[in-house]
């Protein structure tokens, strides 16, 4: 399933979302700038569990992966496949919250995705990379806060693709119990090889849903009412 788009408008402009996702592209742009020197700096900025759990000096250095590593991706699709969910479903979490508990909310999806993820493969020496952690978080807190909306969605049904407008909240379900039973496999089989880190969209969907009752302005950005005395 793919989503194109959702039938609940922004009410104002998503400068935080937008700028999430200029940011991603600049980061993108500048590691293919590297050339040669790309992969040494994904290693380098990426999120790697073993390195991290082993590290000895407490620093920068070791805890700067956990935020840089969300604003690395490893491929052109891997990068518009990301910014697409995030381009859909975070201009609305973001008037739900508000710019700055936005910005905030993401960057807290996004750790919480890397460290459930560094719990399910603690002694993975593979850099991980990429915002489908944080955005993981905000389809979580989507899920909560729109589960009515409705989303057009191109579903591939063996060779043919249909368009199918589904409830955020059957969309979302079924991603989100696809991303479990993967990442259950995975621990299942014992082994985390495989491109994808399951456990991080876990991680990062169920503290969006854990932490958008702390980070959701009251009826959707109005002041809440006053008793009078």
């Given at each position: ?29 500048y590691t293919l700038g590297r050339g040669r020197q790309a992969a040494h700096f994904l290693s380098a900025y ?89 955005i993981s978080g905000v389809l979580g807190a989507y899920f909560l806060t729109y589960p009515r909306a409705r ?79």
């Amino acid at each position: 399933m793919f989503p194109l788009k959702d039938d609940v408008p922004a009410k104002v402009f998503p400068v935080v979302n937008v700028g999430l996702i200029v940011a991603n592209v600049v980061c993108f742009l500048y590691t293919l700038g590297r050339g040669r020197q790309a992969a040494h700096f994904l290693s380098a900025y990426g999120f790697v569990p073993a390195r991290f759990l082993a590290h000895a000096v407490v620093g920068p250095g070791r805890f700067l992966p956990l935020l840089s590593s969300m604003f690395l991706h490893g491929g052109l699709l891997h990068l518009a496949g990301n910014m697409w969910m995030l381009w859909i479903f975070g201009d609305n979490v973001e008037d739900a919250m508000g710019h700055g508990r936005y910005l905030v909310f993401y960057l807290l999806c996004g750790l919480a995705s890397v460290l459930t993820q560094t719990w399910a493969a603690p002694a993975s020496t593979v850099p991980m990379i990429g915002a489908s952690g944080a955005i993981s978080g905000v389809l979580g807190a989507y899920f909560l806060t729109y589960p009515r909306a409705r989303v057009l969605t191109l579903v591939p049904i063996l060779v043919f693709f249909y368009l199918v407008e589904l409830p955020a909240v059957v969309f979302l379900g079924l991603w989100i119990l696809l991303q479990f039973l993967e990442g259950w496999s995975q621990l299942a089989a014992g082994t985390m090889a495989g491109g994808v880190a399951w456990w991080a969209h876990v991680g990062g969907f169920g503290s969006g849903v854990l932490l958008i009752r702390f980070f959701k302005r009251n009826c959707r950005g109005r002041r809440p009412r006053r008793l009078r005395l």
